[in-house]
Each structure stands twice: as structure tokens, then as C-alpha cells.
């Protein structure tokens, strides 16, 4: 069994970041326990393709382990429904904190399983959604087979079938849990590093504001009843075009590229709660996977429908893809690391960057035996550490020079390259269309495809409501004037810009989309000018609303285009 706790450091927390960020080495992420930088050996647990053979335990003793959990009381922390209620009530989007705070939810909740299922060997799977793995239909990446099977699908009978039932069921266990514990420093002050410090910074400020978010909140619900607990089918386990561009290698690919923690994550903000912008991987094949699964799905004319799921929403948890889907995630940032390491790139932020986002509290775990843990910092997730794994390779694998190409290679310059877009929108609209004319300079567009050249990636920023919630934008370039959509087919589609949840916005948001695709494929079709401007739309398409929306007129979403950036990395 693991130990709960880390080992003692050899050197302080930020000596050890520091010097975990300065490492140009082959070594991965998952080789860099916290209390020995320089360590090689494997690590403990390997984390399997669930599309593998190999994964067949794994699958078995997750379902193992979600059973255990579906049976435990509301009052033990490890309950699967208490478990997704940590997510719906601590976790972040759009800023920074997203990687390494789930890093840690998945990490713990592995070690949950690990206990639960009896399996000490067991290590949570991945779903590498760039692979196909639907055989009845090779261009369209799907869910796996295997979880339509059993607990594995929050359709299965064991979940609870309706809200009623889970508000009567855990009601009172939460109204009585700690989170809502006053606590002060000695100096009087409340102390906002708590549980219910977090919560408030949430707007959480009672149990009652907790429940009005999952099933009272006129956006749409959290809770969703068994029959919509997911929105994909076994009959059509298919992601939409959209989505499959999202996650295509080519996306992943671009997501991988940039060399420095804030392009390659998502932008800073002041604490986890608030919502900033996405880079590539959270925007795109994070956010995509999670709503097109979730039964948001987009057709190729733009509009969208939605069935009902968990997936969707910040109760998503509750379907066990959740974890799959997260785990890939965590997988492509270890990846990422060892891409950088080799390079000699950062691989965290940097200067007072790096003691602003270690500092931040994450005080909602619990280990293996229902326990708060002490590891209470985004700083001790900052490496895969202790929880001892690393990953079968996977999709963007090829990004990591291999041992002799990186014992050759000089780190570059991270110096990045900005030209702003003049904005301009049709007359008296509040609807989020405009376009951007950037000038790039021919060289770098003609190289932009090219393996090694710096890739473009265009930084959209866009002022929405307080209360946003469910519209998408999709990104065209040099398209025609008529153009008011596209298909992800179509050589001006860059990519759909998506939210994920509910958050109050409190500022605007910059989403980043990758430009490489599209460049490629106009300049395959001699679309591509020499001297002339960029022109770059964003196009919003049609709400995706719920039932409960429906019926509500005056539900739409204005929004306005402040700014687009094209990026050169």
C-alpha cells in the first residue's frame, strides 16, 4: 500500500520546484518522486489504455471499486456520489489550477479504487480519444464499448434514479459535513484557505446555495435522472464532427507544441474559483470531450441539441468516463513535461509565477480511508510524485525526443511573437460575430505546418454575461463573406471555441485555437495570400440550451469580440 504521506524533502518546496522546472532530461515527470530528483527506477503503477488488452484487470477491478463505493453510507467521504460532489464544489476551469487540481482528485480517487476493489495493483485506465475505436466507423473517434458495461455507465441501475432520491439521500450528510466550519487566523481574520473560505469564493455560502446550483440553477441542472445520465448511446457511441476535430492528432499535437506552462495550460487568474480563458488541451479535447459526451452535440449546420448528461456538467464525476477522460488529460501534461525537459524548456511557471500557483489551497481530498489529506497545495501536485505511475504511450507520444535526439538538442528561444487583428463586426451587433485582418508574415505562415517551425495559435478574447453559459463560436479563416458556419470538413474551420460548466464570469474570457490545420489546408488549396491580411471570424452558433431554457425567452447570450492575438510559438 502507498504511503498517504510524502516523503521528507531534502530541500524546500520551492528549491524543489525550481529545480524540477530548471531539469532538461529525458526523465519523466512520473520518475521525479518528491523526495528524490534524480531517481529512474519505473514507477509502481502503470496507467493503461483501456482500448488495450492489458486492461481487461483494470476495467474489472474499477468496477470492482465503483460498486464499493455506489454501496458506501452518504457519510464516508469516499462515496461515489460525495467524490463527485468534491469536483462540483472545489474544482477549476479556464484558469491555470485546472491541470494540477485534478491531477490530484484523480490521483487520490485511484487510491480509493486501489483500496475499495482490493486490487493492489490497480491503476486507473485512460481513454485516448484520437484513437478510433469504434471499427464500424474509422473516421469518427467514440466512446469505447466497454463503457456502455455494467456500473461503468451511469445508466446502469445501481446509480440513483432520480433527484428526489439523491436530495433526500444526502441532504442532511452535507448540511452536517465540516465544509462549513468558521475558522480564524489568531489575528481575527477569517481564514479563506478553508473549505468554506472556498466555498464562499464559489458563492456557496450554505448548503441551500449548494443544491439551488444542482438542480434549481435556471442555466440547467447538475443532477441528471438515470434514463439522461449520459448523452451518448451504445447504438451511437460516436463524438460529433466537431468534437473529433477537438481531439484529432493534429489538434493534439498543437495543444503539445507550446514551450512555456501558461500557453500550454490555461491563463493565470487570482484563485481556482475564477474563469480566465482555455489554452488548446483544456479548450478543445477537454471541453469538447466533456459536453459532446455529455449530450451537447453539434451538427455539421452548426446547430446544437442537448439530450441530457452528467458529462456536461460540474457534477460530472458521477459518470465513471469522467475519470478516463482526466486521466488522459494528466497523461498529455506528463507528456508535455518530458517534451519540455528534454528540450531544456520550463515545465512550470516561472519567477514569483511559481510561488503564487504552488501556494494555492486544495483542501477538499481525502485518501485512501476517507481521511483529509495533508497534502493541501497545488505545489505538491506539481509532479506526479508519490502516487508513483506513470502511462502506457499514447497519441503525442512522438513530441518527446528520444534519449540520443535529446542529448543533441539546445534549448531555443521561448521568445513569443504577437500580431494584433484589427476587429471589425457588422453594424449594431451584440451577438459575438467579427473578424480579425492580422498581418503575418509569408515566411512564417508558409512554415507554420512545418515540424519544427513555430506554430500559430490565435488568442480569442470575448466579454460575455456574468451568467454565460452553453455558447459556442466557431473560428474561420480567409473564408468566404457568405460564410456563416462551417463544417469541421471545410478548410476555413480553425476549431469551435466551448465552455464547460457553470462559472460566473467576472471578466473576459480568451479561449486559444490552433491555427495549423486550417493553414494547411488553404494553402493546400491556394487560398493562402502572399502580403494580404489574415482574416480571421468568429462566427457564434446556435445556444445549446436545456429543456429547461427552452420555454424561457430572453435566455440568449450576448457577447462581443474585444480582441484577437494571433500567437507565434
Not at 516523503?7 to 512520473?30: D, H, I, N, Y
Not at 513535461?337 to 531544456?344: D, E, F, H, L, N
Not at 463586426?425 to 508574415?441: F, N
Request: net charge neutral; hydrophobic share 40%; glycine share 8%.
Amino acid at each position: 500500500m502507498q504511503n498517504d504521506e510524502l516523503r521528507p524533502l531534502s530541500m524546500s518546496r520551492r528549491e524543489f520546484l525550481k529545480t524540477t522546472a530548471a531539469a532538461a532530461t529525458v526523465v519523466g515527470a512520473a520518475t521525479l518522486p518528491f523526495g528524490n530528483l534524480h531517481a529512474q527506477a519505473p514507477a509502481k503503477y502503470r496507467r493503461l489504455n483501456i482500448s488495450s488488452p492489458e486492461a481487461k484487470r483494470s476495467i474489472e477491478s474499477y468496477k470492482k471499486a465503483i460498486r464499493a463505493m455506489l454501496a458506501l453510507p452518504p457519510s464516508d467521504p469516499r462515496n461515489w456520489y460525495r467524490l463527485a460532489l468534491t469536483h462540483t464544489m472545489d474544482c477549476p476551469h479556464g484558469n491555470w489550477w485546472f491541470l494540477v487540481w485534478h491531477r490530484g482528485y484523480i490521483g487520490w480517487f485511484e487510491q480509493i479504487c486501489r483500496e475499495l476493489s482490493g486490487d493492489p495493483a490497480f491503476a486507473l485506465p485512460y481513454w485516448d480519444w484520437s484513437e478510433n475505436t469504434d471499427p464500424r466507423n474509422p473516421f469518427r473517434p467514440s466512446v469505447p464499448a466497454v463503457m456502455f458495461d455494467d456500473v461503468l455507465t451511469p445508466t446502469d441501475p445501481a446509480y440513483i434514479a432520480h433527484f428526489d432520491e439523491f436530495h433526500a439521500r444526502y441532504r442532511d450528510v452535507m448540511a452536517k459535513a465540516d465544509y462549513w466550519k468558521r475558522i480564524y487566523k489568531p489575528n481575527g481574520e477569517f481564514d479563506d484557505g478553508t473549505q468554506y473560505g472556498q466555498l464562499l469564493a464559489r458563492g456557496i455560502r450554505t448548503p441551500d446555495d449548494l443544491w439551488f446550483d444542482i438542480i434549481n440553477d435556471p442555466r440547467g441542472a447538475f443532477f441528471f435522472d438515470r434514463a439522461h445520465a449520459r448523452g451518448v448511446t451504445k447504438a451511437k457511441p460516436q463524438l460529433d464532427g466537431k468534437t473529433a476535430k477537438a481531439v484529432s492528432l493534429q489538434t493534439l499535437l498543437d495543444a503539445l507544441a507550446p514551450r512555456d506552462f501558461l500557453t500550454f495550460a490555461s491563463p493565470k487568474t487570482i484563485g481556482h474559483s475564477g474563469l480566465t480563458g482555455f489554452g488548446v488541451l483544456e479548450g478543445q479535447p477537454h471541453n469538447r470531450v466533456h459536453n459532446c459526451v455529455g449530450g451537447i452535440f453539434t451538427d455539421p449546420g452548426g446547430n446544437t441539441t442537448n439530450s441530457g448528461g452528467f458529462m456536461q456538467a460540474n457534477l460530472s464525476p458521477v459518470d465513471p468516463l469522467f475519470f478516463l477522460h482526466h486521466s488522459n488529460i494528466d497523461r498529455l501534461w506528463d507528456v508535455w513535461t518530458r517534451k519540455q525537459q528534454a528540450r531544456g524548456y520550463p515545465v512550470l511557471p516561472e519567477g514569483s509565477d511559481l510561488d503564487t500557483w504552488s501556494a494555492e489551497p486544495f483542501v477538499f481530498f481525502v485518501d485512501s480511508k476517507g481521511r483529509p489529506v495533508s497534502k493541501t497545495t497545488a505545489g505538491n501536485y506539481a509532479t506526479i510524485g508519490d502516487f508513483n505511475y506513470d502511462y502506457q504511450p499514447g497519441s503525442g507520444e512522438q513530441v518527446v525526443p528520444t534519449a540520443l535526439a535529446a542529448g543533441a538538442l539546445k534549448a531555443k528561444a521561448t521568445r513569443i511573437e504577437r500580431f494584433s487583428a484589427q476587429i471589425t463586426r457588422p453594424p449594431a451587433s451584440t451577438t459575438g460575430t467579427a473578424s480579425g485582418a492580422v498581418m503575418i508574415p509569408h515566411a512564417l505562415l508558409q512554415a507554420a505546418t512545418e515540424p519544427e517551425a513555430p506554430r500559430l495559435f490565435a488568442q480569442v478574447t470575448i466579454a460575455l454575461p456574468p451568467l454565460a453559459h452553453g455558447r459556442d463560436f466557431t473560428v474561420l479563416v480567409n473564408a468566404p463573406a457568405s460564410a456563416t458556419g462551417a463544417d469541421p470538413s471545410s478548410p476555413h474551420y480553425a476549431g469551435t471555441l466551448s465552455m464547460f460548466g457553470h462559472h460566473i464570469v467576472h471578466a473576459p474570457v480568451t479561449f486559444t485555437i490552433p491555427l495549423s490545420g486550417a493553414l494547411a489546408a488553404i494553402h493546400e488549396g491556394k487560398l493562402l495570400k502572399a502580403d494580404a491580411p489574415l482574416d480571421i471570424r468568429i462566427v457564434p452558433e446556435q445556444m445549446a440550451m436545456h429543456r429547461a431554457l427552452a420555454a424561457k425567452p430572453g435566455m440568449e447570450t450576448k457577447a462581443e469580440v474585444l480582441s484577437i492575438v494571433v500567437e507565434a510559438h
